[in-house]
């Protein structure tokens, strides 16, 4: 089984330009595990020792401090995470629980390091994976700070429609207290931005969005490539919400 799972971790971009012997090496000490929803997988403070990659279902990266809990993004196949704290042999600054069922192939980080360190195509495309990963969460550190909470929900719905080609129709992936938690506001101050902003050119039902009137909406919204991009996808931050359905 785990040989059909290193198919799909080869093609990912953070590996596409390891050397073959060198991708080999490091799948020697893969693992494969699957958890059941709810499940922990790593809880933040502790050492990273594995770097994770989701082949199938969903996690949630979160964060708690003093009984508090706030979404960083969700993971979907096929995706790894945190490569950041796999390579300053620091700490994980988040948790991770599954969202849902799911199978993760676990990569030692100890191995990754030392690959890091002697393969020059793998180490470039590991600082271009964490300089994407900075930018993103410099975008989103900036539209928490700058915008209110009727822009920040607008400009989150108008980005989504972006990923789908700007289709005026589609569907959340994910439910909409982890992006109220995302975007720093409560399920209840999402819910009341929602229904404000149908004056704006857009509504949601249940999972549902529909852009009815796109250039208010981006009147409303007025998008800055300094805050939404686009950046190249991809990223193993952990920070961002996977994109919508059509």
């Not at 890091?116 to 271009?128: K, Y």
Request: hydrophobic share 45%; charged share 20%.
């Amino acid at each position: 089984m785990l040989q059909q799972q290193l198919i799909y971790i080869r093609r990912l971009p953070l590996f596409r330009n390891m050397t073959s012997g060198h991708f080999e090496e490091l799948m020697q000490g893969a693992t494969i595990a699957q958890f059941s929803a709810g499940d922990v997988l790593i809880e933040q403070g502790a050492p990273a020792d594995h770097l994770f990659v989701v082949i199938e279902g969903a996690i949630e990266m979160y964060a708690k401090w003093k009984g508090r809990e706030c979404t960083m993004g969700v993971i979907r196949p096929v995706e790894t995470f945190i490569l950041a704290a796999c390579i300053k042999n620091a700490p994980f600054l988040m948790s991770a629980r599954a969202l849902q069922p799911a199978r993760v192939v676990l990569l030692p980080a100890p191995d990754l390091r030392a690959i890091f360190r002697r393969d020059p195509d793998f180490a470039v495309t590991i600082i271009d994976e964490l300089a994407g990963d900075f930018r993103r969460m410099v975008r989103h550190a900036k539209g928490l700070k700058l915008r209110n909470t009727r822009e920040r929900i607008a400009a989150y719905l108008l980005d989504q429609s972006r990923l789908v080609d700007n289709a005026d129709q589609y569907q959340l992936q994910v439910e909409k207290r982890h992006v109220a938690s995302f975007l720093g506001m409560t399920p209840e101050n999402l819910s009341r931005g929602l229904r404000s902003l149908v004056e704006e050119g857009v509504s949601v039902t249940g999972q549902s969005v529909t852009i009815t009137d796109r250039a208010r909406l981006l009147a409303f919204v007025q998008p800055d490539i300094l805050i939404d991009g686009p950046d190249a996808p991809g990223g193993s931050s952990g920070v961002g919400l996977p994109g919508p359905l059509t």
